[in-house]
């Protein structure tokens, strides 16, 4: 089992910066992949984010170049630094992690944070 725990969200104005951590416990040695993904009112969750083991990042084109996903293994914690906030990246941010257990993958999912982008 991983255990997900985000913390980081709050109230920010446009074109401000907030930092999203998610720190992992549990079998975080079984993890390959981790990601950030977000879900505003009234519409789907949606990807933001990802990282492999090797370091390789992947990110949602609605926030290339504003947004910096990272990950520091020692301390098995994931980041999402944001930057050039808009007022549509108001959401709550889920961290995700993919672990494998044999053939299998598991997902895990935190309860997420809020993130609310307004003036």
């Known amino acids: 089992q991983v255990q997900l725990v985000e913390t980081g969200g709050g109230l920010v104005q446009p074109g401000g910066s907030l930092r999203l951590s998610c720190a992992a416990s549990g079998r975080t040695f079984s993890i390959n992949v981790m990601g950030w993904y977000r879900q505003a009112p009234g519409k789907e969750r949606e990807l933001v984010a990802t990282?492999?083991?090797?370091?390789?990042?992947n990110y949602a084109d609605s926030v290339k170049g504003r947004f910096t996903i990272s990950r520091d293994n020692a301390k098995d914690t994931l980041y999402l630094q944001m930057n050039s906030l808009k007022p549509e990246d108001t959401a709550v941010y889920y961290c995700?992690?993919?672990?494998?257990?044999?053939?299998?993958?598991?997902?895990?999912w935190g309860k997420g944070t809020l993130v609310t982008v307004s003036s």
């Open positions: 990282i492999i083991s090797g370091g390789t990042t």
């Open positions: 995700k992690a993919e672990a494998r257990l044999g053939l299998t993958t598991m997902h895990y």
